[in-house]
């Protein structure tokens, strides 16, 4: 059985990009049909994937090639692993509502799409691949779009410059659209160029004749170059995933990118991070993996931590929203560090249950920002008057990401704890708990600030409710929310079938580790 | 058995040089006002030389083996015709606003200096080698100047300068490789390099050895032989500095790859810290002189020496993956660099020196130039899907599999550090509002130059969409090169 399905899931957006490019610029229906196009397909796809997926079977399904270079052994090979499944869905549902969001854009819309539709054929693409070298290719797909996307539609945070390096503030700045986007993409591609020499090394200490991921998991790679491996995957694909002291391009750039941006880049890009972490360096590098996961955790605490309490002390309604973003994937590191089952199937959950809350909170700052024109959080008020249903899903989201019992988020960091708890590190639970009851300070103090009491100060008159495909968006990630809060057996099944194929050897290659310390 | 009257391997050249002379009579004849005419003509011509090469076959030695061809020179010969054509069809509209009356001169330089560079690869002899290197070298100086009577164009003396400096470092590196190479002659009683190969390494050899190579490292503009890049850039006709830019390094690079692999790969030992000494110099200082620049000839100038340590990469790692490498790399490098050119012409066609504030609101103005630009400046700062990531990729693979590791990490990161400079370029084309007086200036393209680029951006995004039969090539005219050294 093979349809391609995969394939056209990965090049479905590409495709409505080169399509959009034919179109006029001035048939604004047309090209936002175009571009919602190009976020259902691979939806609907990931839903077909995920209903076809033989659950008894398990390991990689659908698997298709198609040779790309052969002399160096770099093939376009696309499979799904349980992991996979749920992650594109997460992905297509929050591409459609992404479009769906920014239905309203006004300035060279047309360019805007195309970029967005590009981004997430790369972040498809990470997801189904299984040649380490197409994977990164797609990685690269996913990342550098963001350049423009920022620079060019992005907003101005209010950064005040002082202290005794205003001047450099000043110089590059700081706060403003260009600074993020710049800032962004050299961290980035910094990461990049650490994941290509693992990748490098990987291929050529497995033969050098192929990138399978299959093979060069298989392969047999010396202790001495896991070690120093690993840490280079963990710190190329982590500043992706908001790993600290490499996150701090996150909420700058969150802050300035428009609405579907910050909604992909913190509710499917920093996932690529973690997916890359997991995926390639602890699979693939097992005893490097086993050497360095106390510190992938310890580290993990302090983004929980450190990530919770800057939220709290932002004034700047993104900020708050990107600072917990960087709070959150500490949960998927910490789950990742675990190396237990629980802690595993809780890191993939909470990436599909942060995506939709995180993808809902920016959706919902984007509109009280096209509205308010403002991010200020003490000068709002009252807001719930005249945006009932905006404030209702902000209180939605709020809850999820506190972790209430019955919503996504509250599945997922409840196995990341009881994960930390069987670890080798039980006390790694102690802060990640910690961080949530900070969470439910700053979210709900934000959610009091900004819709009830009095008001709506004078200066905001122009405010009103979410708007005919706004809806859409909001209702489609709040139902998924409360859905798959309560219900987590959709997705947590896929998840565990691949989490239970891959930890045993993972385990073992750790164990061993430990006998030979 | 070679005889010193086998000329079927320089079957290539041959016709190149029935081109030129056939560009010399039609300008004898053609009346004033249809000069323009000749680039068109020369410019078909190359591209149908450029394609009669995929039918010939120039392998063979000459001259008694002084010249040996083989899938190697070929490609390099394909490469120098490509960049010869587009150039070429480029500068057709530019010779003819700013120099109507000498047109025919101009082209037929271009077509002598080519002529050099199609030969210079085979060569396995010192004494082919110089003349051809002479032949390369004079006309390049003479046309780098050939805005200096322009009275449009502007600023006079920086057309003297250009035109000077590459004069006067052609004629200082041509000494200094004489030099290098009768001290080599001497010691050895050759000029074959075959001979060359086998003698044994002396302290006086040695010095010989590294006087050649300095000679040569002039010529690609390895730091500390750069100085006269940017300046040669900033004050010579655009169209011209695209072909300036790539050709001589693609020839430049066969050269010395037939001095540090052929002639002296008994040494490689001896020699590798020197180069790896030059790849870094030239990737640093390249990079970061490339920041602070306003000028985009400047800038693109000071990027090119970071991307010749690349090159060097692939020289350095050695062998048949470096040499394909190193090959891919530059015929990557020729188009998206003679694009990047071509789309300043676009912009500026009146000025030798264009600051990136000219380029303010390109988008705007012009979408397809600046998508154009937008790809070549991704390409040369290596990024995915465009050939210059390939490129990158590539030198990147061959210097970690000759157990340089940490060259790889050094590489990428300085690749970064490009990518900021590049995309100031970009970020004018894309992000900054235009000037009033820019505002409606949407720039008049004259088809040729059109053309010109949208070959290179075709270019740039086949070879970077689908690099195999490249890559291919790359490495079966590799695999040449060891063979018949």
């Given at each position: 059985?093979?349809?391609?399905?995969?394939?056209?899931?990965?090049?479905?957006?590409?495709?409505?990009?080169?399509?959009?490019?034919?179109?006029?610029?001035?048939?604004?229906?047309?090209?936002?049909?175009?571009?919602?196009?190009?976020?259902?397909?691979?939806?609907?796809?990931?839903?077909?994937?995920?209903?076809?997926?033989?659950?008894?079977?398990?390991?990689?399904?659908?698997?298709?090639?198609?040779?790309?270079?052969?002399?160096?052994?770099?093939?376009?090979?696309?499979?799904?692993?349980?992991?996979?499944?749920?992650?594109?869905?997460?992905?297509?549902?929050?591409?459609?509502?992404?479009?769906?969001?920014?239905?309203?854009?006004?300035?060279?819309?047309?360019?805007?799409?195309?970029?967005?539709?590009?981004?997430?054929?790369?972040?498809?693409?990470?997801?189904?691949?299984?040649?380490?070298?197409?994977?990164?290719?797609?990685?690269?797909?996913?990342?550098?779009?963001?350049?423009?996307?920022?620079?060019?539609?992005?907003?101005?945070?209010?950064?005040?410059?002082?202290?005794?390096?205003?001047?450099?503030?000043?110089?590059?700045?700081?706060?403003?659209?260009?600074?993020?986007?710049?800032?962004?993409?050299?961290?980035?591609?910094?990461?990049?160029?650490?994941?290509?020499?693992?990748?490098?090394?990987?291929?050529?200490?497995?033969?050098?004749?192929?990138?399978?991921?299959?093979?060069?998991?298989?392969?047999?790679?010396?202790?001495?170059?896991?070690?120093?491996?690993?840490?280079?995957?963990?710190?190329?694909?982590?500043?992706?995933?908001?790993?600290?002291?490499?996150?701090?391009?996150?909420?700058?750039?969150?802050?300035?990118?428009?609405?579907?941006?910050?909604?992909?880049?913190?509710?499917?890009?920093?996932?690529?991070?973690?997916?890359?972490?997991?995926?390639?360096?602890?699979?693939?590098?097992?005893?490097?993996?086993?050497?360095?996961?106390?510190?992938?955790?310890?580290?993990?605490?302090?983004?929980?931590?450190?990530?919770?309490?800057?939220?709290?002390?932002?004034?700047?309604?993104?900020?708050?929203?990107?600072?917990?973003?960087?709070?959150?994937?500490?949960?998927?590191?910490?789950?990742?560090?675990?190396?237990?089952?629980?802690?595993?199937?809780?890191?993939?959950?909470?990436?599909?249950?942060?995506?939709?809350?995180?993808?809902?909170?920016?959706?919902?700052?984007?509109?009280?920002?096209?509205?308010?024109?403002?991010?200020?959080?003490?000068?709002?008020?009252?807001?719930?008057?005249?945006?009932?249903?905006?404030?209702?899903?902000?209180?939605?989201?709020?809850?999820?990401?506190?972790?209430?019992?019955?919503?996504?988020?509250?599945?997922?960091?409840?196995?990341?704890?009881?994960?930390?708890?069987?670890?080798?590190?039980?006390?790694?639970?102690?802060?990640?708990?910690?961080?949530?009851?900070?969470?439910?300070?700053?979210?709900?103090?934000?959610?009091?600030?900004?819709?009830?009491?009095?008001?709506?100060?004078?200066?905001?008159?122009?405010?009103?409710?979410?708007?005919?495909?706004?809806?859409?968006?909001?209702?489609?990630?709040?139902?998924?929310?409360?859905?798959?809060?309560?219900?987590?057996?959709?997705?947590?099944?896929?998840?565990?079938?691949?989490?239970?194929?891959?930890?045993?050897?993972?385990?073992?290659?750790?164990?061993?580790?430990?006998?030979?310390? | 058995?070679?005889?010193?009257?086998?000329?079927?391997?320089?079957?290539?050249?041959?016709?190149?040089?029935?081109?030129?002379?056939?560009?010399?009579?039609?300008?004898?004849?053609?009346?004033?006002?249809?000069?323009?005419?000749?680039?068109?003509?020369?410019?078909?011509?190359?591209?149908?030389?450029?394609?009669?090469?995929?039918?010939?076959?120039?392998?063979?030695?000459?001259?008694?083996?002084?010249?040996?061809?083989?899938?190697?020179?070929?490609?390099?010969?394909?490469?120098?015709?490509?960049?010869?054509?587009?150039?070429?069809?480029?500068?057709?509209?530019?010779?003819?606003?700013?120099?109507?009356?000498?047109?025919?001169?101009?082209?037929?330089?271009?077509?002598?200096?080519?002529?050099?560079?199609?030969?210079?690869?085979?060569?396995?002899?010192?004494?082919?080698?110089?003349?051809?290197?002479?032949?390369?070298?004079i006309p390049l100086s003479i046309m780098a100047s050939y805005a200096k009577a322009d009275d449009r164009v502007g600023v006079h003396k920086h057309a003297a300068e250009a035109g000077l400096k590459l004069y006067l470092v052609s004629a200082a590196s041509t000494a200094i490789t004489l030099f290098g190479l009768s001290?080599?002659?001497?010691?050895?009683?050759?000029?074959?390099?075959?001979?060359?190969?086998?003698?044994?390494?002396?302290?006086?050899?040695?010095?010989?050895?590294?006087?050649?190579?300095?000679?040569?490292?002039?010529?690609?503009?390895?730091?500390?032989?750069?100085?006269?890049?940017?300046?040669?850039?900033?004050?010579?006709?655009?169209?011209?500095?695209?072909?300036?830019?790539?050709?001589?390094?693609?020839?430049?690079?066969?050269?010395?790859?037939?001095?540090?692999?052929?002639?002296?790969?008994?040494?490689?030992?001896?020699?590798?810290?020197?180069?790896?000494?030059?790849?870094?110099?030239?990737?640093?200082?390249?990079?970061?002189?490339?920041?602070?620049?306003?000028?985009?000839?400047?800038?693109?100038?000071?990027?090119?020496?970071?991307?010749?340590?690349?090159?060097?990469?692939?020289?350095?790692?050695?062998?048949?993956?470096?040499?394909?490498?190193?090959?891919?790399?530059?015929?990557?490098?020729?188009?998206?660099?003679?694009?990047?050119?071509?789309?300043?012409?676009?912009?500026?066609?009146?000025?030798?020196?264009?600051?990136?504030?000219?380029?303010?609101?390109?988008?705007?103005?012009?979408?397809?130039?600046?998508?154009?630009?937008?790809?070549?400046?991704?390409?040369?700062?290596?990024?995915?899907?465009?050939?210059?990531?390939?490129?990158?990729?590539?030198?990147?693979?061959?210097?970690?599999?000759?157990?340089?590791?940490?060259?790889?990490?050094?590489?990428?990161?300085?690749?970064?550090?490009?990518?900021?400079?590049?995309?100031?370029?970009?970020?004018?084309?894309?992000?900054?509002?235009?000037?009033?007086?820019?505002?409606?200036?949407?720039?008049?393209?004259?088809?040729?130059?059109?053309?010109?680029?949208?070959?290179?951006?075709?270019?740039?995004?086949?070879?970077?969409?689908?690099?195999?039969?490249?890559?291919?090539?790359?490495?079966?005219?590799?695999?040449?090169?060891?063979?018949?050294?």
């Open positions: 059985m093979n349809d391609h399905l995969l394939s056209i899931i990965v090049g479905a957006p590409f495709l409505a990009g080169v399509l959009l490019l034919l179109v006029d610029d001035k048939s604004r229906l047309l090209v936002r049909l175009l571009s919602l196009t190009g976020g259902l397909v691979p939806l609907l796809g990931a839903i077909e994937v995920a209903r076809t997926w033989d659950m008894a079977k398990g390991g990689l399904q659908r698997p298709e090639k198609y040779p790309l270079v052969p002399s160096l052994g770099i093939e376009l090979s696309f499979a799904v692993d349980g992991w996979s499944v749920s992650l594109l869905l997460l992905t297509g549902i929050i591409i459609s509502t992404g479009v769906m969001a920014s239905w309203t854009l006004k300035e060279r819309s047309k360019e805007f799409f195309i970029l967005l539709l590009v981004l997430v054929s790369g972040v498809f693409g990470v997801f189904v691949s299984q040649d380490l070298f197409v994977f990164f290719l797609f990685y690269e797909i996913a990342v550098l779009p963001m350049y423009l996307l920022i620079g060019i539609w992005g907003s101005r945070g209010k950064v005040p410059a002082r202290g005794p390096f205003a001047f450099v503030w000043k110089r590059f700045d700081i706060g403003g659209r260009e600074y993020a986007a710049m800032k962004l993409t050299l961290m980035l591609l910094v990461g990049s160029a650490a994941i290509l020499i693992v990748i490098f090394a990987m291929y050529f200490e497995a033969g050098g004749k192929t990138f399978d991921l299959g093979v060069l998991g298989h392969a047999h790679y010396p202790r001495a170059m896991q070690l120093w491996a690993f840490p280079l995957l963990w710190l190329g694909f982590g500043s992706l995933a908001g790993v600290f002291p490499f996150h701090t391009w996150s909420p700058d750039g969150h802050a300035a990118a428009p609405t579907a941006v910050s909604m992909l880049h913190a509710g499917v890009l920093m996932k690529l991070g973690a997916f890359g972490v997991i995926r390639i360096g602890m699979l693939m590098l097992p005893e490097g993996a086993g050497y360095w996961a106390p510190y992938v955790g310890g580290v993990a605490v302090v983004n929980v931590l450190y990530g919770a309490l800057s939220a709290m002390n932002q004034k700047d309604l993104k900020y708050v929203i990107a600072y917990s973003s960087v709070s959150h994937m500490g949960v998927v590191m910490l789950g990742a560090a675990t190396m237990t089952v629980d802690g595993w199937n809780g890191a993939i959950y909470q990436m599909f249950a942060h995506g939709m809350m995180t993808g809902l909170f920016f959706a919902l700052v984007g509109l009280v920002y096209e509205r308010a024109h403002s991010r200020q959080i003490p000068t709002m008020g009252g807001f719930a008057k005249p945006m009932p249903g905006v404030a209702a899903f902000f209180v939605l989201a709020g809850l999820s990401s506190l972790g209430l019992p019955g919503l996504a988020g509250f599945v997922a960091e409840f196995l990341v704890f009881v994960g930390a708890w069987q670890s080798q590190h039980w006390w790694w639970a102690l802060p990640g708990i910690l961080g949530a009851w900070v969470t439910a300070v700053y979210v709900l103090r934000a959610a009091k600030n900004i819709f009830f009491g009095e008001g709506p100060p004078a200066q905001y008159h122009d405010l009103h409710d979410a708007r005919r495909t706004e809806w859409a968006a909001l209702w489609v990630l709040g139902a998924c929310l409360i859905v798959f809060g309560s219900y987590p057996k959709l997705i947590l099944d896929f998840i565990h079938v691949a989490t239970n194929q891959y930890l045993p050897r993972i385990a073992e290659a750790a164990s061993q580790l430990a006998l030979k310390q | 058995m070679p005889t010193a009257f086998d000329i079927a391997p320089l079957m290539v050249d041959l016709n190149l040089l029935g081109v030129a002379l056939l560009v010399l009579v039609l300008d004898l004849g053609m009346p004033h006002g249809r000069k323009r005419m000749l680039g068109l003509t020369t410019s078909i011509l190359l591209f149908a030389l450029f394609i009669g090469t995929f039918w010939m076959d120039a392998s063979g030695s000459a001259f008694s083996g002084a010249y040996v061809g083989s899938a190697w020179t070929l490609m390099l010969k394909r490469i120098t015709l490509i960049a010869g054509a587009l150039a070429s069809l480029g500068a057709i509209d530019h010779v003819d606003r700013h120099f109507p009356h000498r047109q025919g001169e101009f082209y037929l330089l271009l077509l002598f200096t080519m002529l050099g560079m199609t030969i210079l690869p085979g060569a396995r002899d010192l004494i082919l080698f110089v003349v051809c290197f002479e032949l390369m070298g001290l080599v002659y001497g010691l050895t009683g050759s000029t074959k390099l075959a001979v060359i190969a086998n003698a044994h390494l002396s302290p006086l050899l040695g010095m010989g050895m590294l006087v050649t190579l300095a000679g040569l490292a002039f010529k690609v503009g390895v730091v500390p032989f750069h100085m006269w890049i940017p300046d040669t850039y900033q004050g010579a006709p655009t169209p011209f500095v695209a072909f300036l830019s790539v050709a001589p390094k693609a020839t430049g690079f066969a050269a010395l790859a037939a001095v540090v692999l052929v002639a002296f790969r008994n040494d490689a030992a001896q020699l590798g810290p020197v180069l790896v000494l030059l790849i870094v110099a030239s990737v640093v200082i390249g990079s970061v002189m490339a920041l602070p620049q306003k000028d985009v000839k400047r800038l693109l100038g000071y990027s090119g020496i970071a991307q010749v340590g690349y090159m060097m990469m692939g020289l350095a790692a050695g062998g048949e993956y470096g040499t394909s490498m190193l090959l891919f790399y530059v015929a990557g490098y020729v188009v998206t660099n003679m694009g990047a050119f071509f789309v300043l012409e676009a912009v500026a066609p009146n000025r030798t020196g264009i600051v990136i504030s000219d380029l303010n609101g390109l988008s705007k103005r012009s979408p397809w130039l600046a998508l154009a630009l937008l790809m070549f400046l991704l390409s040369l700062a290596g990024i995915p899907f465009v050939v210059g990531f390939w490129a990158k990729l590539y030198v990147f693979m061959a210097v970690y599999q000759a157990h340089q590791a940490w060259l790889v990490f050094f590489g990428a990161l300085m690749a970064m550090v490009s990518l900021w400079y590049y995309l100031q370029v970009a970020r004018a084309a894309y992000m900054v509002e235009p000037s009033p007086e820019q505002a409606g200036v949407k720039p008049k393209v004259a088809w040729t130059l059109q053309t010109a680029i949208a070959l290179c951006l075709l270019a740039v995004v086949g070879m970077g969409a689908y690099p195999r039969p490249f890559l291919d090539g790359a490495t079966a005219a590799a695999r040449a090169f060891m063979l018949t050294k």
